[in-house]
């Protein structure tokens, strides 16, 4: 997945549920954020995930049911 982005963030990892729900995470120069899909990936929701003088990097997220996963960064 080297080089794939998503509404100009650097995607760094997805990780789906189930066949219909998932999640992804990246970053960019501005900051981290996450996206959400409940229809298999066709469409995304996202979240950026930035305060002033702070700097985000997700890193990384495992879904482990529809319920329940980890975000990871620095």
Do not use: H, Q, R
């Amino acid at each position: 997945m080297s080089n794939a982005t998503f509404n100009n963030y650097t995607i760094k990892s997805v990780s789906f549920a189930n066949d219909t729900l998932g999640y992804m995470v990246g970053d960019n120069a501005n900051g981290a954020f996450y996206a959400k899909t409940t229809n298999g990936g066709v469409t995304w929701t996202s979240e950026t995930l930035s305060d002033p003088g702070v700097t985000v990097a997700l890193n990384s997220v495992s879904m482990f049911n529809d319920t329940l996963g980890c975000m990871v960064g620095s």
